[in-house]
Structures are given as structure tokens and as C-alpha cells.
């Protein structure tokens, strides 16, 4: 299947600063993309879906001003999460979609961990 | 409106077969998926059904009813690494992901 990199893996930051996730698919070219937000031992939450070339589309609740989402090419996608909070502290998840055969398939990048302190 | 629903926990002995149900409600559809998804990982792709029936992939199967809105997972000859959780989503009208709660599975020996 594609594949889908996300970096960092981990990261610990400072409350008040801000913190960029990049989403990159390796071997196809993504039009569209996708950042979930996942707590301990639940569901995936859809935050923004992230559109090559426009603006992202937020979910409810979701604050477009301190998730910051960046769709700069068909590969790459950045989360930016300003002036953190410790209770942003989540594993934050991105995936690509690509059209195969007429139907569209979501490969999922590792997530990134974010820790605020 | 939409709805997704499956069981929250599952346990299964080592070897032994296990189905995982999924059923669902929404007025646009294309295509149900599973994933897997380990403690501390992202999920993985499993498999997709958009027509009705059997779709069969070595250990694991999934099956597909469209009409009565119900999907399940079939796995087979249950190893001890398959215990993750399990996550059935199916594709709006608008071509997003509707997720499911997951369900954990536990393996016994």
C-alpha cells in the first residue's frame, strides 16, 4: 500500500509555544488530506480536512486559528498547533487519500505525539 | 443523520475465530472499511467492501450488507499479535470517513 510519513514521532514543547506537524504521502500524490486528534483509548476525532491549494475545512469545535493547517503541495500537508496548551497534549493523526480504480483509500501516517508541558 | 455502532470490547482464545460487527445508518454511502489500530499507533488498512458480500484476505475477511447497513469482520486462526482495536468506518456521500468507536480485542492463549 502507499505510505504515509509524519514527523516528528514525538515531541515535547513548552506551554505557549507553537509546534509544527508535517504530513507527507511518499508515492502518490494527495489532493486531499486529513488531521484527527486521538485521546487516550477513543475514537478517531476528524479536526480539518486540508485541500491542495485552498483553505482547510474545520470540523465543529475545532479552532482554525490555533490549528493551523497548511496544504502547500499534492505530498505535503503542516498542523501547526499555536501557543500550545497542556491540554493539547494528544496523539495527532494525518492521512492522504488516493483515488484508486474509481474509489478513494485513506493511508494513515504513524502520528506524532504531542506532549505539552 | 449518521450513526456507526460496534461492540466495545471482544475476547477470543488464540487460534479461534472471531467476528466483529459493525452496523451503520446514513443516507449516502461509498464503500465500509477496517482498520487496525495497536496501542500507540496509528491504524492500518485492512479492507474495504462497496458491494455487497464476502471480501476474503488471507486470515481476515469482511463482509458487507447494504441494505440491512451491517458489516463485519471475520478473523481467523487468531494469533496473539492480533489483539489491537478495530475500527470500522464507512465513506459518506461527501467522501469522508465516518469512524466507529473501535472495538478492542482481547486474545487469550
Known amino acids: 500500500g502507499a505510505v504515509v510519513s509524519q514527523h516528528p514521532s514525538r515531541v515535547i514543547c513548552k506551554s505557549g509555544t507553537s509546534v509544527k506537524i508535517e504530513c507527507r504521502s511518499l508515492?502518490?500524490?494527495?489532493?486531499?488530506m486529513f488531521w484527527y486528534r486521538q485521546f487516550p483509548k477513543k475514537s478517531l476525532m476528524l479536526m480539518a480536512t486540508?485541500?491542495?491549494?485552498?483553505?482547510?475545512?474545520?470540523e465543529q469545535g475545532v479552532e482554525k486559528d490555533k490549528f493551523l493547517i497548511n496544504h502547500a503541495s499534492l505530498t505535503l500537508s503542516t498542523l501547526t498547533v499555536t501557543s500550545a496548551h497542556p491540554e493539547d497534549s494528544s496523539f495527532y493523526i494525518c492521512?492522504?487519500?488516493?483515488?484508486?480504480?474509481?474509489?478513494?483509500?485513506?493511508?494513515f501516517g504513524p502520528g506524532t505525539r504531542l506532549t505539552v508541558t | 443523520g449518521q450513526n456507526i455502532d460496534q461492540p466495545t470490547e471482544m475476547t477470543a482464545t488464540e487460534g479461534a475465530i472471531v467476528q466483529i460487527n459493525c452496523t451503520y445508518q446514513t443516507s449516502g454511502f461509498n464503500g465500509l472499511f477496517w482498520y487496525q489500530q495497536h496501542a500507540g499507533e496509528a491504524p492500518t488498512f485492512l479492507s474495504y467492501?462497496?458491494l455487497d458480500g464476502l471480501e476474503e484476505k488471507g486470515r481476515f475477511s469482511s463482509f458487507l450488507s447494504r441494505s440491512k447497513g451491517y458489516s463485519y469482520l471475520l478473523l481467523k486462526e487468531l494469533q496473539m499479535k492480533d489483539s489491537a482495536s478495530y475500527l470500522c468506518?464507512?465513506?459518506?456521500?461527501?467522501?469522508?470517513?465516518?469512524w466507529g468507536a473501535g472495538t478492542k480485542l482481547i486474545i487469550k492463549p
Open positions: 508515492d502518490f500524490q494527495a489532493t486531499t
Open positions: 486540508s485541500n491542495e491549494g485552498s483553505k482547510a475545512t474545520y
Open positions: 492521512s492522504a487519500r488516493d483515488e484508486i480504480e474509481g474509489y478513494y483509500e485513506q493511508y
Open positions: 467492501n462497496v
Open positions: 468506518a464507512f465513506m459518506d456521500s461527501n467522501y469522508q470517513l465516518i
